[in-house]
Structures are given as structure tokens and as C-alpha cells.
């Protein structure tokens, strides 16, 4: 167990200052105390009062997502989280959460057994129990990318796809980009669908052309491109937005063995910005979800609930990272034609398709 | 100035037990440790602490809203936000802001010279000039109804529009009504917008029959009503969903003067939960916005953006109040029949017209 020796040493300030950041003094900057308190969780530092009072403890739970090496996408958030909670005197339990553990322990019963306070439920999916047990529970609970509707007791927290693609479409129209295709994730995920329809109205505030062969759903995975990269090429598409980082990987390596170059000929975008993006072959221009900030949410926000807010979602605001996947556009024909480009008419309805069957995001 | 006696005294609970709800001390329930610091508040306490740190300090800066008696819409936002700042003891300037301050003062420069960390701006329409300075501001700020996009020094946090127009139209389908109009407030505010979209999304998703001459802008004022209602009940409409709790007092004394009975002929439903409303003949089922967490949701936001966490907006869940202006319906015949039931033909263009232009919310 660390100690504040420790991380006076880490940051090169003195024994009196991270005191004075980790016990609420008031003559050092915000600043500064951020990062005293990071330096803490970090370090695995826990302050006496916390170790005493057991009453006052937090949960994340993890299900379908990797968290625990500094690589995986969940690795920030649940730091994030911790730093949040340390700052207002909460301890927290990390764990990750099988689909037939769930089966055979109800949410309420084993949070309350627990005695977890709140908890912070990361990757889990429709088909994990404990997401549907989150419709009436009473537990406070905040999700990562879902959100359930109603329950006061519930939130659901996520990055801002609408800005998100809106900042991809920019970038590439401001580089002369016109047919730009996007390859999503899996339909019937709603973060997915929230994607799709901020990538159609990003076009459409563009006056760009919409083409429904070019707006598609696929997998998170890398596989994923080689069903749709060489339709895209087809029709001459010039850029390709991706689901995720994984997706772009794969849509990289599709363009390179039909004899395309990234960026030269067709530009890439992917989305998440995890520790692979700046590897590969170019570094990959993303979106970055902003995962640290994403975890000091998720403690703010089931805080905010645990307060009676009845907070029903949050949306953080991502960055473009640009990087060596764009450049200008150099234009191609198309080997098959469209023969609708855009209109409101093929759109409208996909939207509409979209926001009739779950709450805006 | 209260003592903490006067605490006390307010709760019947002992002195020892309200110093350990101002002072962090662990061993009351987080319950009772809320009503001690909201008793604190409106009481006027300040602790010996706060009054030394005037470095901590936060501002609500008010436009075009009511807010200083118990009856006007702001009275509780401000409370819940003074709450959320004392327990995290954080001081706090009320100050309503005319717009040719605006005009004469500079929002950096005036937040700046006043030492505040960060503002919350209530009432701020499109016409004020520091709602265009926050597009661009670097200072904290989180804006009630209202965003800006791409800066992440700014947030906007409201009511979720979607969830509480879902609970009016399935009240309302609960109880035999199909043809539902809805009396939004003025056209080209955000918050109109949002409503819109959320009314014809639920309508849709319920498969109620969606009229375009049953679903108009009018104004945020009770005198709205005369010029919209008349047309609704030719059009056979059985209940109206109105903007605000305002316009539903138009409605209601409307429908009267028609010879329409409220709710045996016309179910009226309102949205805010003004004190008015329940003082209305009938007594105005509404649209509960959850005005005091509303504010304290406004200080956690904007101290989640003081902490560097860019939230983009964040929506609280409402709730339906449910009194006399709502009964089971009694089917009449139109004077005025439609040719056009519904279509998403017709509703997905308005729908895509209100998306493309703005981020969703």
C-alpha cells in the first residue's frame, strides 16, 4: 500500500501539499489537487478515515468488456471511476461479472447483500439478466451506453455521437471529401443506432449525398470490412467513417489488398481511439471517447442519483485525433452509379425508423 | 443569520446530530444528512468555513425567468442548486442579469473580475448576448434549456422531453383517446423543438393517428389557446397536450367558452408543475419538471466541468402528476375530417427537418 510519501515523491511537491490535497485544504490550487488525488489512486493509496468506514462503498461491475491492462478500453474508465469516488471519500469494488453468475444471483438481492450503495454497470448488453433487472430496480445504477426508460432510480451515460460525427464529416468534407461511407457496428445495439442517425443527419447538414448502400451495419470487428469495403470502392467512395477502431484496422487492410492506398486514396476515420489506433499502418485519425472522463462521470452521475436526482442521461463531448488516415480527396468514377443521391424521402424515414422505438441518446 | 440551533430545532434532531450532517460525519443516514444541509440553506446558515474562502465561489445568472418568490419557476432551481453548492461547500451569488448589461459587460471579462469558478445561466434565450459568448467562452458554464455544441467548458442540462411526452400520450391512450392534439409553445426555441419531435415519436410509437393540423406551434402564454383550440375540437380531438402549464389555463377556460367541458368533453394535460397548476377548476394533471433537482443537477454538472469532465448535456427524468384535467374519453364526431391519418410520410420530413438542424437533446 502506498503512501504519501509516495506520491509527494511521484509528483515532486511536498508532504505538506498532497495533505493538504488529499484532506480538502484550501490553499492549493484545483489543480494541483487533481492530480494529488490521481497520484493517489494510482498509487494505490487509501487514507485512514476511508479504511474505517465500510459503510460508504461503490461497485463497478463489468460484463463483455477488458478492463484490466492499460491496452483495453475499460482500463481508464474504471480509473476514472476510482479517482471520482476517492475525491469524495467513497471506496469502491471492481469486479468483473459473468452472464451465468447473473443467472443465478438476482441484482437487488446481491448488491443489497454487498452492500454496495450504487454500482456502475460497464458492457453489459441485452442479453445480460442483470440489464433487465434494471428496468424496476431500486438500486441506484448507472450504465455505460444503455439507458433504461423511467426508472428514476437508473441512468445511462455515454459520448456524444451526434458531435462525434459531426466532427468526422467536417474534417472530411473540409478536405474535399464528398461520397463518404459509413461501416457501423452491429445493428439492434442502440449506441449503433444512435451512430447511424447522427451520421445521417451530419451528411445531410453538409448537403452531402446520402447513399444507402454506403451507410451500413456491420460487426465490431475487424472481419467486418471485407463484406463492405469493396461496394464502397464500387461506388466510389472516397472516405470511410468506422463503428469502431477494430473496424477501421480491418478496413485498412481491405483497401490495401484490392490495390488502395490509405490515405492516398481513400481516407479512413475510425472511432474510440484505444492504444491500437496510433500503431497502425498509418496511425489512424479517430474519435476519441474521452474514457477517464467517461469513469469520473459514471461516479458523478450515481452519485447525483444517490442524492434523489433522477438524472436520466449524460453525454460527454468526444475529440476528433487526427492523424495519418486523412488527406484530400482525389476523386474516382464510380464503377456502378447511384441514381438517388440523398433526399430527404430515402432518409426520413430510416431516422424516423430509428427514433420511433427508443428514446433519444 | 440561522445558528445551528435553529436546525435543530426546524428537525427536532440534537445539536450533535446536525454538526455531524453539516461536517461530514459518518455515522447519520445520507437521508437525514440531506435534510440537515437543505434545512441549512433555507434557513441562510453559513459555516464558519465558507465564510473564510471567498475563493470558492460560484455564480446563477439570471434572464427572463421568475425566480424570487415561492411560486415562480426559478424559486426551486435556485434553492437545489445553493443545496448541491453548500454540501460541497462551494458559496454561491444569485444574480438576475438585464441584457443591456449584457450588452456593456463582456461575459469573460465580467465573470473574471467577480472570482466566480463557474456560472449557471438560467432563461438565457438566443437574443442574449452572453449566450453567444459561451459558443466560445473558456470559463465553466452550464446553461438550463439551452447548448451549445463543441465546447467543453459548456454544458446544457434539462428535462428529457421524449420520457415525459411518452407518459402523457400513454396516460392519455390508457384512457380511450386517439385523437391527441398538441399546443406546444413559440416556434425556433430548442426546447419547442425537442417537444415536437417527442410528441410525434410517441405518438408513432403508440400507432395514435397523427394530424399535422392537430400538432402547432403557438406561444408560452395562455392567450395561445384561442387561436389553435377551436380547430382542434372541429377536428374532433378528444384531449390536448399543452406546452406549458400556461397555455393549459388557455385551453381549459377555452374549451369552456366553446361549451366544451373540461375533462367530461376535452382531457387537458400541461407541462411544468407550476404552483398554478393545482389551484386551476379543474385541477391541471402536468408534466412534472423536477425543478429543485434540476438545480442541484446544474451545480454537479458544473462542478464535473470545473473537474475537467466535458459533458455535453444532461437530462433529468419527469414525472406526470395526475389530477382532475384528465378522464376516460368520450368519442365525437369531427365537424372536419382529415384525409390523412398519420403517415410517416408526413411526420418523418417534420421529424428530419428538426434533427438536421440541431443537436438532439
Redesign the interface.
Known sequence: MATMKEIAERLGVSLGTVSKGLN?G?DIS?ELR?DILNAAVELGYTSRRSRK?D??KLAVLIANMDFETEDSFGYEIVLGFRQ?AFAT?WAVDVLPIARDFQQAHPFDAFIKQEKW?GVFLLGFSFEDPWLTECRTTQVPAVLLDNAV??N?HVAGIGT?S??AM??SVTCLMELGHEKIAFLNGSAGSRISDHRM?AYL?AM??HRLPIEPNLAVYGYYVADAAKYHVPGFLDRGATAILCGNDLIASGVIECCRSLGFSVPEDVSVIGFDDIPLAEQLAPPLTTIRQ?RA?LG??GC??L??I????????????PSLIVRGSVAAARPRVAKKQENDRDS?ER???E??RI???M???
Open positions: 480538502g484550501r484545483e487533481q468506514k459503510q460508504r471520482a471519500d450503495s426508460n423511467e428514476p456524444d451526434d458531435e459531426n466532427m442517425a443527419s445531410h447538414r474521452p472522463a469520473r462521470s458523478h452521475t452519485l447525483s444517490i442524492d434523489h436526482v433522477p438524472v436520466s442521461r449524460t453525454l460527454l463531448r430527404v432518409v426520413a424515414p431516422l424516423y427514433y420511433a422505438h428514446p433519444m441518446f
